[in-house]
């Protein structure tokens, strides 16, 4: 295990040292290093999936975007925590302690890509893998001050990869810059044929250039395109009016760049994360109790074992998250056996609305989806309560960028055009 020194935040969950030979000197992430989310596959290197539920798991296989880092050339520097089975948004439950935020001690970068959101911050690595199930990319990457891109279903095959809840599975990538992070996708993207997940991708040599977004003109970039705002998104629960303020003050970038910015209604957006958590405890419990049943692809049959078994060790060793995952998935098949069922059908309903939305308008935006959304770093304001009031703590605010399925260029464009005519860290 890595010693405090070499750890300082807590965000490693293992470090090693992965070149692949034949791509020494080449290929488009020559010279890069990465962290991968803990969850995801790395042959043998143990997989902890921030947990004591299960142990002594070493993979006998990589991932897909394990061997698509490497064989374009990029070095993995090694593992980055993960919450416990991924089953949390906050940074305080791993079986490997507590993750810290880079800008001050006791605060926390979110999850459950909660690792891997530091350490790219920290600049400890160029670039990180991060999975997202309802939020887990982009809660730390706008909880770090990077950028944190959730693409769309199946684009980055999840073959090798632990998995929640399958229809909710997605990883991607999470990086200082937007044009870090279009580089990657670049490398990774692209189906593999094995995940189902992913068999509507493109295949990996008709992925659009991404990178193609630094030719833009600086002038204008986005004229003559129209963007909205989801009213809804503005009056969550808990939602700070100075967020909100920072958040419009950072949509006025867009029409000074041509875009106009139209508030817009999607009444059930304000439901999306009700009906999220009947596909994720439900579905996830049965995934974890019955295996990936239906599912085209590579099975994990170690992994699958290990969830299968159960013990009263085990039970005890299981986060409170995950007791709950299990415990409302086993009351709910038995009294509610139509729950899973109706809240997919309700997700495809809110899926259709922000279809609806975008067939109007090239760009949703919304203050920290089914879509391709990206986290983008807005701005930085001071803590107003708590003890880093009097240290004088900062800590940042972010916009989510939400496209139509496939279009990760447009979500690049618009957040390479902000990026470029803003820093963050000044608003």
Known sequence: MLQKAENSHGAWAWKCSILYKQSEGDGQLHGKSFA??????????????????IKDYVPDVDTTVTKRILEAGGHISGKAVCENLC????????????????????????????GSGVL????????????????????PAANCGSFGLKPAFGLIPYTGCGSNEPTNDHIGPMTRT????????????GTDSIDDRSFAAQSQSRIAVYTSIAKTSADQPLQGKNFAIIKESLSTPAMNLRIIQTFLTAVETYTFLGATATHISIPL??????????????????????GPFGRRGHRMLLLNSLFHYMSQENWDEAYASTKMMYLNGLYATKKFPNLLAKATNLSRQLLDA?????????????STLLHPVLALPIGILDVVEGPGVEAGVKLPVSMQIIGKWWNEMGVFEAAHAWERENTWRDM
């Open 178 to 189: 937007v044009l870090e992070n279009a580089l990657l996708l670049e490398a990774i993207a």
């Open 87 to 114: 089953h949390s948004a906050t940074s305080h439950s791993s079986s490997t302690g507590i993750v810290e935020i880079p800008f001050a001690k006791g605060y926390s970068p979110g999850g459950s890509s909660s």
């Open 36 to 53: 991968l989310k803990d969850n995801i596959a790395v042959k043998d290197v143990s997989m902890l999936l921030g947990t004591n539920f």
């Open 269 to 290: 957006h304000s439901k999306g994360a009700a009906i999220r958590t009947g596909v994720s405890k439900v579905g996830g419990y049965l995934s974890k109790t019955t």
């Open 120 to 139: 790219v911050a920290l600049g400890e690595v160029d670039g990180a893998i991060g999975a997202d199930q309802g939020g887990s990319i982009r809660v």
């Open 354 to 366: 922000y279809d609806t939305a975008l067939d109007q308008y090239d760009i949703l935006l919304t």
